[in-house]
């Protein structure tokens, strides 16, 4: 090879073409590349305090219309300050200053109205996810929403389709399985699940179910949540000799745990459990890892009996139950029926709790006169 190809072969070496056609030396390219990144990095913490900065005085302004509307006490007052405020604040800095915005305002800071609390919001929420939240009723809820939405990096429409969906609701149905004692945190699970999004038909098996649910494997991690990660499908255990198979195997890098899921076509069988529970044990002694907690189980049917599983407190043993549906009802129907379960868990869990206090008092009149 003559000495001036070998110069522009070891030449090439050294150089790459960039996104626009043009020849760059590697040196060169690797400073763009780490320029650009500072650049990215910088752009998106400019981001985050700039949308935190408007949270707070969106915050700071709704706070001072509301004690300047209180301090009159009249109503035609708080309507005429709003159309006022609304007219100069347009026309000095534009239309987020619009009426609907200014009572928007007002409603936040109406609703969190301890500054501390505000402040310790998580930084990357933006003032549109706090608009989403704004109409729910309860502080609990908008406190999970918005946690949900910083965690998970979630963008508005994503919260969006979060609260139609009854997030909140359903995990507080499934959390009422669970008892003191119990290996599982709170919102661990939802109930039921929304399986909508797989595209199972009408009529179906439970090997339709799993064999939808390893083809649409991010959708159905999504509606389960953060941190899950599939492991196995069919998972084999032999027993005596016998063979075993868990239908998804799956792991929590939250919880750090091993987490099971049997599909069940129909109604809750308490049988169910005992399976789940050999299931489980199995798993510990031969899956477990160094570090990881013991195993969880959840079994998914299509119909369950919430006062028969509340009543087995099978989240002892680590198991817990959940319905899921495969098709979502219209939206008012779908409302009516999540209210209405939840309602009927509110009031086992009422009754619960008071034949556990009766149970102490009785106890407590025991050791008195034992």
């Known amino acids: 090879m003559s000495k001036n190809k070998k110069d522009e072969l070891a030449k090439s070496e050294t150089n790459i073409v960039n996104a626009s056609g043009m020849l760059v030396d590697n040196s060169e390219q690797l400073l763009v590349n780490q320029i650009s990144t500072l650049i990215e990095q910088s752009r998106r913490e400019i981001y ?3 949308s935190r900065a408007t949270v707070l ?3 700071e302004i709704g706070k001072h219309i509301n004690v300047d509307i209180l301090e009159n006490k009249r109503a035609d007052y708080g309507k005429k300050i709003v159309s006022a405020l609304t007219t100069q604040l347009t026309q000095k ?3 987020t200053f619009e009426a609907r915005n200014l009572r928007r305002m007002m409603q936040f800071a109406e609703q ?16 549109s996810h706090f608009i989403e939240i704004l109409p729910l009723k309860t502080m609990e809820a908008k406190l999970f929403y918005l946690n949900e939405a910083a965690r998970g990096y979630i963008a508005t429409r994503g919260l969006r389709n ?3 969906r009854k997030a909140y609701e359903r995990r507080e149905i499934a959390d009422a399985q669970i008892s003191v004692g119990s290996p599982f945190p709170p919102g661990t699970f939802k109930d039921p699940y929304l399986f909508d999004v797989l595209g199972i038909k009408d009529e179906y098996l439970e090997e339709d179910v799993e064999a939808a ?14 941190g ?3 492991v196995e499908r069919q998972k084999r255990m032999i027993v005596d000799g016998h063979d075993k198979k868990l239908d998804l195997l799956f792991y929590n890098r939250y919880l750090k745990r091993l987490v099971a899921i049997e599909l069940k076509y129909g109604r809750f069988d308490a049988r169910d459990s005992g399976q789940m529970k050999l299931y489980l044990k199995w798993l510990n002694r031969y899956e477990r890892q160094k570090g990881e ?26 198991i817990m139950v959940a319905e899921y549906w495969t098709t979502l009802p219209p939206k008012a129907e779908f409302e009516q029926k999540i209210h209405t379960i939840l309602a009927e868990t509110r009031e086992r869990m009422v009754q619960r709790n008071l034949l556990t206090m009766g149970d102490d008092k009785e106890q407590e009149g025991g050791n008195t006169f034992g």
């Open 93 to 95: 800095y534009g239309r």
């Open 213 to 226: 649910i390893l083809r649409e494997l991010e959708k159905f991690i999504m509606e389960f949540g953060k």
């Open 293 to 318: 907690n013991e195993p969880i189980g959840l079994i998914l049917c299509s119909e369950s009996g919430r006062e028969e599983i509340e009543l087995l407190e099978m989240d002892k043993d680590g």
């Open 112 to 127: 969190f109205s301890d500054f501390e609390i505000v402040s310790a919001l998580p930084t990357q929420l933006s003032w």
């Open 228 to 230: 899950f990660a599939f």
């Open 57 to 59: 005085l969106f915050w």
């Open 48 to 50: 985050v305090h700039a």
């Open 162 to 164: 979060m609260i139609s």
